[in-house]
């Protein structure tokens, strides 16, 4: 690591794991590139797209308001969110195709609004307010552009997410949406693939008056929901929350104090990375003391990375390390 400042904001440009504000690149063989340049800002948190020859990516401050969008690792514009409770949860932002744009996705305007902005010119091409998440955060889309989660929260504060359709011009499927904000409180939230859901829940329980929907999970599990069927394939109970989580073929990968491979069909742990410390943080808002590494995920091909101040641990699922 003596290439440039230590990496804050790591992400995943395909099968390469790149630095956001400084554009170097590193390999499972422990090569590191040069520095191509520098942001001079604390960014924590970085996402990458690419489509085509052209790389997308973001740097951001998980809890602060302030985040930057590159376009070939040259700065393209400035981005922000509201500075309501922003320092409490993790910052909401994505990058995706959906039809035939690159869209940068995120609550610029509220933090209780949230909207599809074309990367390109920055035009605002549709927002949405719903009901069924109010402080919007861990914003993700599905490989094939039509759905969008955000696995945010709500004023008490507890965990919730919400799942909504997306058009092939960014515009919200009002008829298509999902809420899993009741039962228990939601911790982590992820796809599966297009069609699939992986959500896990903490041991707090939120009453409704009006009864439960179908979308409800217990305390203490791990389920598999189906979008096109509506309901749960699976729900497994489990003795430790997961933390953020990314569903990998049969497994999730939960990253509650070390990554851990869950099996979905049963809820065994197969696979605990005991060496890897990948801390302590539960849903959108609580990070555990101290706040936890930086973490950058790659579901579509079975690739994470932790870094900690000593070393950046790179993990295959398909069988190489370091």
């Not at 040259?74 to 039809?99: M, W």
């Not at 744009?101 to 305007?109: A, K, L, Y």
């Not at 959500?199 to 009453?207: N, P």
């Not at 305390?219 to 598999?224: A, E, K, N, R, S």
């Amino acid at each position: 690591m003596s290439k440039g400042p230590d990496p804050t904001t790591l992400a995943w440009d395909r099968d390469v794991l790149v630095d956001v504000t400084t554009a170097r690149r590193f390999g499972f063989d422990g090569s590191v590139s040069d520095t191509n340049f520098y942001t001079p800002f604390k960014f924590d948190r970085g996402l990458c797209f690419r489509e085509g020859n052209t790389l997308w990516s973001i740097a951001y401050a998980n809890r602060g308001t302030k985040a930057v969008l590159f376009k070939n690792w040259k700065e393209h514009r400035e981005l922000n969110r509201s500075y309501y409770f922003a320092e409490t949860y993790d910052y909401p932002i994505a990058l995706a195709r959906v039809g035939g744009s690159v869209f940068v996705i995120h609550c610029p305007n509220a933090f209780n609004i949230i909207e599809l902005e074309d990367a390109e010119s920055g035009k605002i091409l549709s927002s949405k307010k719903t009901k069924e998440m109010e402080f919007h955060s861990r914003l993700a889309v599905s490989g094939n552009g039509r759905l969008l989660m955000s696995a945010g929260w709500f004023w008490h504060p507890l965990g919730g997410a919400w799942v909504s359709s997306l058009g092939p011009d960014g515009q919200f499927d009002e008829s298509r949406q999902i809420s899993f904000s009741f039962g228990a409180e939601i911790d982590g939230a992820a796809f599966l693939d297009d069609d699939h859901l992986v959500i896990s829940s903490t041991d707090e329980v939120i009453d409704c008056e009006d009864g439960f929907p179908g979308s409800r999970i217990g305390p203490m599990q791990l389920g598999v929901w189906s979008i096109p069927e509506a309901r749960w394939i699976s729900t497994l109970s489990i003795a430790t929350v997961t933390g953020p989580i990314m569903p990998w073929r049969e497994w999730a990968i939960a990253f509650y104090e070390h990554p851990r491979a869950i099996e979905l069909a049963t809820g065994k742990v197969v696979h605990t990375w005991s060496e890897i410390d990948s801390g302590h943080q539960i849903g959108s808002i609580q990070l555990g003391d101290p706040p936890p590494p930086g973490l950058a995920l790659n579901p579509s091909l079975g690739m994470f990375a932790v870094a900690d101040n000593r070393r950046i641990h790179i993990v295959s699922l398909h069988g190489s390390n370091r």
